[in-house]
């Protein structure tokens, strides 16, 4: 049998995507805070006082990973747990004015990144990157979340 052409696998293409993308995360943005735990962060500047079932769903991450995501968080002071006054069962996240400083200080440094990480495609070859890219991780998310369409219209 002969070997197959792992260029033609999506799976094997996107372990390598991420594999850059973890080195020039270290080396760029920071070697303390992941891409998802930055993720969090830029969540809940966008949408303060969010349940971490929300900011998990808004970010992509599973119950266990959103839960040891906010844990981190905690302990290193860039999130604060409120109890949530209209049902006691749950909390609440918000930045500290540390997690504050550290999402401003990182938003830079992963654009930077990100100018450095797609600098091989021009302009318009980055747009349909993205669009295809987008698909492809959205039907991904249906076939995780069966209730949900596996593909959504164009």
């Avoid at 266990?64 to 049902?87: F, H, Y």
């Amino acid at each position: 049998m002969a070997a197959v052409d792992l260029a033609t696998h999506p799976g094997h293409l996107a372990r390598r995507l991420q594999q850059a993308h973890y080195l020039l995360w270290n080396t760029m943005v920071s070697e303390e805070i992941t891409s998802p735990q930055f993720a969090v962060l830029n969540a809940l500047v966008a949408e303060p006082g969010l349940d971490q079932r929300t900011v998990g769903e808004r970010v992509g991450l599973d119950r266990s990973t959103i839960a040891e995501v906010i844990s981190r968080l905690g302990r290193r002071g860039l999130l604060d747990k409120v109890r949530d006054p209209q049902d006691g069962r749950r909390f609440l996240l918000r930045l500290t004015d540390e997690g504050l400083r550290t999402h401003r200080k990182l938003t830079v440094r992963t654009a930077r990144m990100n100018q450095v990480f797609l600098a091989p495609l021009s302009a318009a070859e980055q747009s349909l990157f993205f669009e295809l890219i987008r698909r492809v991780a959205d039907a991904a998310e249906g076939l995780r979340n069966p209730a949900e369409p596996a593909v959504a219209p164009r």
